[in-house]
C-alpha cells in the first residue's frame, strides 16, 4: 500500500508526487501537500440550495414542492421550517413540518431563511 493520499477527486489510489504536489494520472487533479492533510471528519458542512452553511436550529424554506412517499402528500414550495436538526445521512435534515409531523429533507431542496 502507497503512503501516498488518494486523490480527493475521483479517489484514485494511483497518485504520485511531482515536487510539493500530488498529481491523480486517472483524472488529472492536482494538489498540494498541505491540502492533502487529513480532513476533521466531524467538521461536516452542510449547504443550502444556494450555497449558504446550515447549522443545527436554522429556519429554512422549501424551493419545490416535494411530494411525500407512502401518504401521496406535497409540502409546498415556500413552506418555512423551523429549527432544523443536521444528520449525517441520504437525508440531512430532520424536522417537523406542520400538518406532515416529523419528516427528513435533502439540504438541497431548501433554503437558509
Given amino acids: 500500500m502507497s503512503a501516498l493520499p488518494a486523490c480527493p477527486k475521483c479517489q484514485s489510489e494511483f497518485t504520485y508526487e511531482d515536487g ?3 498529481v491523480c494520472p486517472e483524472c488529472a487533479h492536482e494538489w498540494s501537500a498541505q ?3 487529513p480532513a ?13 452553511v ?5 429556519t429554512v424554506t422549501v424551493i419545490k414542492d416535494l411530494k ?3 401518504s401521496g402528500g406535497v409540502v409546498k414550495m415556500g413552506t418555512k421550517v ?26 438541497e431542496f431548501v433554503k437558509k431563511v
Fill in 20 to 22: 510539493s504536489t500530488y
Fill in 35 to 37: 491540502d492533502a492533510a
Fill in 40 to 52: 476533521d471528519d466531524d467538521a461536516r458542512v452542510y449547504r443550502d440550495s444556494a450555497g449558504n
Fill in 54 to 58: 446550515l447549522q443545527d436550529g436554522d
Fill in 68 to 70: 411525500l412517499k407512502g
Fill in 82 to 107: 423551523k429549527s432544523i436538526r443536521l444528520v449525517d445521512s441520504d437525508h440531512d435534515i430532520d424536522c417537523k413540518i406542520d400538518g406532515f409531523g416529523q419528516m427528513s429533507l435533502k439540504s
